[in-house]
């Protein structure tokens, strides 16, 4: 069953008064998400830019219950509240720690590895600009090869930790890469993450306009490139079943590295080295975009 | 009421499954591990109807304790040590939101040196996070003040550490009388209250400008001055039902006309209630103050214990570096601008050395032989 624009509720359970800056991808992955998720759903986010924009003082962004946890401990909480909700029968309602690539991947991992390996009935989801941007934009594990940041002026020259290899070695029964660029997908996957009562993983290219140094209104177009170049595969594995969930139609990679101003040191070989790289992974000839 | 031959361990998870803890998570830690698995079997056994959350280090098993609070349950922690000191960061969060979570901490020194032996500078280390900060003398006190803590936590919208020494109260047995279910049930009850709630949606923690930051933190102080009230009241209140009375922040032993005051918590109490015994059977006017709440801090009561004293001698499990014993220092804080006391303190059984009633009784032959300590605190037993 493919899933419609017109399916989705017309209300945004998160979205109107949040203080993000214009095109924050995380903010636009929040509101696509709560298409799929509803108003039976408990948000925990930990430190991070989507925490800061979440609300201030007595405002909040979000129409579910939000709480704007420590840093390493979204998927602890996360797990805390189902067992409460366990505890007092109440069986409908949706738990969610929803963490930045640091809060995910670096300082958060302990308690997502702990949440994940007891399979607590939680949603996990990563929403990742690639960089520390609350806190200006550092270079963090889900930082990618070669891309500037605050604190690595020469670029980055370690890859990108594989979240979702990782998260599947825990033996989870739901993990899915997804992107702000490709709406119905996202939500199609987080409704079959909410559908089960098992631990899931979504992890979400979120573009950032400032740490990527790319144009305000760029946002969903630069994370449509991502996917359509190859770099950022969409798919799933459910039950240990993988399935790619959509076909790119593989742009140079440079469409998608060049405007980018983290990339703009990079020459013309290192540019071929990652063209060469998803030739390789989706077994395409060699040399052809 | 049935008297058992209990560890300070196995009272404590007593009082845990008799206050019908409905989320309980920890990770293990020696000497807090005995109380951690006696609850957990009496999960197992079908005794005790709670959901239980493995997590995989301290800093989430606090966390995941706060989640299920903030979702309306009545949630049990047990930790100690290096294991308090790594939920630093989640325990002032919990303050900060209000969260009437009970920790039972089996007091043990802190690395370096490593040492897994008793005192009470791991509780100290906490003592502006803005939990409530009980300490107990024996294993009956473990029992009581646990259940106790539940009422004041819920009462004051405030967390509760309840405090027993390593070893010479984790594991040692006394007989303890175990309260009837039904009498705790109507102490106790539960009223639920869910911060994070589906039907009543609210944001929580979000970002706090200085407009608000220090009205919270007032108010949060505010709530600790309180529980100077409910701790006593909720003394009473169980000391009417079962007829044991601790007496609720501050308890003086033998101290009518007492000239020579010893203040302490938790074992060395019970030790120096012996000695204070003796002492008085030699016709000398000593007497004990035993600190039952350390945090808040009971300045007011421990002043008019001390009105009419000439001496004051403070024992203190803890050492804060450059600076001396907490007890002691607070002790002299209470006392300044009221009453010019001569307040002899000593750092004593740090990392488990020996102090029994021979110890209480040099220190305080000590104290009133010398006019002056050499420093503002002197070690007692190098
Ligand atoms: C224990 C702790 N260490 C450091 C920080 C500072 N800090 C807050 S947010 C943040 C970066 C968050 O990065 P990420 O999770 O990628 O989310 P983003 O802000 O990029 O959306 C850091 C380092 C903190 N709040 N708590």
Redesign the interface.
Known sequence: MTLSIKDLPQEDLFGPGNAGCRGCGAAIAGRQAMKALGPRTIVSIPASCMATLSGSNQRTAWQVPFYHTLFEIAPAVAAGIRAALDAQGIRDVNVVSWAGDAGTADIGFQSLSGAAERNDAIIHVCYDNEMYMNTNGQTGSQTPLYAITSNQRKGKQTCKKDMLAIMLAHGIGYAASASISHPLDLIAKLKKAAARRSFSYVHILTPCYRGWGIPTDQSVAVARKAVECGLWELYEVEDGVRRRTYEPSFIPVAEYLAPQGRFKNLTADKIQEMQDAVNRYYHREEGKA | MSVMLLTGSEAAAYAAKLARI??L?YYPITPAFPAMERISKFIEDGEL?????????D???L???????????R?FTVSNSQGLLYMT??MY?VAGLRQPIVMAVANRALSAPHSRFPEHGDAISQDASGWIQLFCENNQEILDTTLQAFKIAETCRLPVMVNYEGYIQSHTQEEVDVPEQKAVDALIPFN?I?????N??????????P??YMDYKYHQNEAMEGALKVIPQVAREFAQVFGRDWQGLVEGYRMEDARHAVVAMGSLVSDARIVVDALRNEGRQVGLVKIRSFRPFPAAALRSMLSAVDMVTVLDKNIIFGAGGALGNDTKAALYGYRSLPVKSYICGLGGRSVGTREIRQMIDLAENRVEQRRDYEWFGL
Do not use: M
Request: hydrophobic fraction near 45%.
């Open positions: 409905e989320v998570s109807n709670t959901e239980f959350v493995r997590v995989e280090c800093h989430s098993a966390a995941a304790a706060l989640g299920a609070a903030l979702a309306g349950s949630t960061e989640v969060h639920r869910a911060a994070l709630d589906v009543n949606p609210q944001g929580i923690n979000t970002v706090t400008g407009e608000f």
